[in-house]
């Protein structure tokens, strides 16, 4: 069964900290793979996708994924953690539909605390 | 970059009556959505894709009886959940796909809403 996992329910770093969140994924076929950051009040906005090629994605806002086949994981990272990073991440696997989108399967989501 | 919207952005009803849930999407059209589902401190539930001209494709185990889907054009899709029952009370959260430059598709999100049955 196709299924997403994010081990960590919250996070809590200082500002200026380095981060890793972490995310496993089931999937029968090469997955195209999601981070999306939710912020209180806002949509869900797309931080970096990974679909085939270079193993090291870089997104918006400093954030960087690596997908790692043999773990099956697609880790999500940022060098220095600002005030703003402050909200919910989710991972995401894709399944490509023939009308050109995907269809997501969510992990649980990680809720990421910023200290000042 | 491209907006998706939803309306009401909070809602709160009686037991036994129906709440509509729009999605539009502001500067796109958008032959296809998606419904989710998002219950406190879990992930999103895919409910049913939204087709314009034709009839949801709901995932298992989601009433479509229970949740109306109407995409009626090419930027409004509807959710309307009849006779609401307390256990309804979620987060509902629509998306969008636009299709850009290359031919890739990215989703848009909404902003959700949040739905309290009494």
């Known amino acids: 069964a196709q299924s997403v996992t994010q081990p960590d329910i919250h996070i809590t770093v200082s500002e200026g900290a380095s981060l890793e969140l972490r995310c496993n994924y089931s999937?029968?076929?090469?997955?195209?793979l999601f981070w999306y950051v939710q912020s209180p009040g806002q949509g869900l906005q797309l931080l970096l996708k990974?679909?085939?090629?270079?193993?090291l994605v870089q997104g918006i806002k400093g954030f960087e994924a690596e997908f790692k086949r043999s773990q099956s994981s697609f880790n999500l990272r940022k060098p220095s953690v600002h005030w703003s990073d402050a909200a919910e991440y989710f991972c995401a696997v894709g399944r490509f539909l023939t009308s050109g989108t995907y269809k997501y399967i969510f992990g649980t989501g990680t809720r990421l605390k910023v200290l000042a | 970059g491209a907006v998706v919207s939803q309306h009401p952005s909070w809602v709160i009803c009686k037991s036994g009556t129906s709440v509509k849930i729009e999605c539009r999407s502001l500067?796109?059209?958008?032959?296809?959505m998606f419904w989710y589902r998002q219950f406190p401190k879990q992930s999103l539930m895919l409910m049913a894709t939204s087709n314009e001209g034709s009839k949801a494709t709901y995932e298992q185990g989601v009433e479509k009886d229970k949740f109306l889907i109407n995409h009626a054009s090419l930027t409004l899709s509807t959710l309307t959940v009849t006779s609401a029952h307390p256990e309804d009370s979620s987060f509902y959260i629509c998306?969008?796909?636009?299709?850009?430059?290359?031919?890739?598709?990215?989703?848009?999100f909404g902003p959700g809403t949040r739905l309290t049955v009494l």
């Open positions: 990974y679909f085939s090629g270079d193993t």
């Open positions: 999937y029968g076929a090469t997955p195209y």
């Open positions: 500067d796109f059209q958008a032959t296809t």
């Open positions: 998306s969008a796909p636009r299709r850009l430059a290359g031919g890739e598709s990215e989703q848009f």
